[in-house]
């Protein structure tokens, strides 16, 4: 079982898009997945909250709980989340991330919906930026995207370094206005270009949506 995993949700005019990058690998990632998706079905379908940040909140308590943990009992086993509610009758986005940002492109400009400096589920110290929900309102052509670290640090390329953020970000915008599937096949022919005959390094996710 991936340790990136994404999750789909449909409520009258709501659909809410999430991507979800668990600590670990095997068991250990198996178990923190399992322990993802029940927090998230929770507090979306069970305690039926829509506020992307309420959401990770619950979510954070519910993992703690199932992990037990506190400042006596500190386990590292933590996961990184982006939300996405989308409003399909108005077009208007609210999102909220947990080390997951936003890109999304408005009128051919891509920007970025910061995401908070902090993790679900695990015990921190120090300044932690809490998640805010931004709303953003989108136009028919517009797109937003979700993805895990996992394609930005595959090695690769003529010198074997990093694929980076920056680059992505200028796949995206170069990409944008093609149909969702040919944007699906180019950023699939730019990763395994770059990476070549190196090993792939981690789980790659990343989710489209065009309004």
Known sequence: MSGDFYWLHKCEENLFFAVIDCTGHGVPGALL???AYNAINKAVIEKEIMDPTAILDSMNTEVKLALKQNKNNPIQDSMEVGIVCLNTLTNEIKYAGANT???YIQN???KIAPAGKCSVGSV???NIILPTTHSIKLNSGDCFYLYSDGYADQFGGPKGK?????????LLINIHQQPMAQQYEALLSSFNTWKGDLEQV???LVIGVKI
């Open 108 to 110: 051919s400009e891509l």
């Open 202 to 204: 981690d789980d790659v």
């Open 124 to 126: 921190q110290d120090g």
């Open 101 to 103: 940002s936003l890109t």
């Open 33 to 35: 997945t399992m322990l």
């Open 162 to 170: 990093k694929y980076k953020y920056k680059q992505l970000e200028e």
